[in-house]
Nanobody, 122 residues
Framework: QPHLVESGGGWVQPGGPLRLSCVTS????????ISWFRQVPGKEREKISC???????FYTDSVKGRFTISRDNAESTVYLHIADLSREDTAAYYC????????????????WGNGILVAVSS
């Protein structure tokens, strides 16, 4: 069974950058599009970014210009770089895999990580 593990979260200060990692195993990453989601307790899970097998990317409007998704297939890892952190970025962040060449607008994924917390506070 494939596994996805997020890392890089924790308590961080506003204004700074943060890089989240999604390390995959049990799958060939070059066959999967990878999405990042975030969720605040009591609110809907939100798809914030995705990167396709071909390197194409998607960002939801609320994170465009600050979030950058990238992938390193050789390391089986997908990254999410967040610039200029704000308190509104506080959430649980999840990565998820979908066996598609390009990102779709759907949210049904084949595999999910368990998520990591990002708490932005001074």
């Amino acid at each position: 069974q494939p596994h996805l593990v997020e890392s890089g979260g924790g308590w961080v200060q506003p204004g700074g950058p943060l890089r989240l990692s999604c390390v995959t195993s049990g799958l060939s990453l070059d066959q999967y599009s990878i999405s990042w989601f975030r969720q605040v307790p009591g609110k809907e899970r939100e798809k914030i970014s995705c990167i396709g097998v071909d390197g194409s990317t998607f960002y939801t409007d609320s994170v465009k210009g600050r979030f950058t998704i990238s992938r390193d297939n050789a390391e089986s890892t997908v990254y999410l770089h967040i610039a200029d952190l704000s308190r509104e970025d506080t959430a649980a962040y999840y990565c998820a895999a979908q066996r598609l060449t390009r990102c779709s607008q759907g949210t049904v994924m084949h595999y999910w990580g368990n998520g990591i917390l990002v708490a932005v506070s001074s």
